[in-house]
């Protein structure tokens, strides 16, 4: 029903920028809300950012607020992670996911992208 691809990782400095997207396929993007996730080497993987269908709600883990914003556009089907700032501790495989909620975990996603590597040196 929904298909997601994760772009934009790659490797920066500490304090550097990135712009991560996901591209979803289908006719139903606009009924999810969209959410990232981190997992980090031996890490469970955690919650970064989420935002509503519309794109008027949002909701940020701690440790990015300030420095993350995510964003979506419906007429692209693609949902965007602005990180700047970025730190050593941001290092970790990035995830797209969809589901109902900006409120919805690991387990409450329905579809999920493969992920883009993101490492940031020191």
């Known amino acids: 029903q929904v298909q997601l691809v994760e772009s934009g990782g790659g490797l920066v400095q500490a304090g550097g920028s990135l712009r991560l997207s996901c591209a979803a396929s289908?006719?139903?993007?606009?009924?999810?809300?969209m959410s990232w996730f981190r997992q980090a080497p031996g890490k469970e993987r955690e919650f970064v950012a989420a935002i509503a269908r519309s794109g008027g709600g949002t909701r940020y883990a701690d440790s990015v607020k300030g420095r993350f914003t995510i964003s979506r556009d419906n007429a692209k089907n693609t949902v965007y992670l602005q990180m700047n700032g970025l730190q050593s501790t941001d290092t970790a495989v990035y995830y797209c996911?969809?589901?109902?909620?900006?409120?919805?975990?690991?387990?409450?996603?329905?579809?999920w992208g493969q992920g883009t590597q993101v490492t940031v040196s020191s």
């Open positions: 996911a969809a589901g109902p909620s900006i409120y919805s975990g690991v387990y409450g996603n329905d579809y």
């Open positions: 289908g006719r139903t993007f606009s009924n999810y809300a």
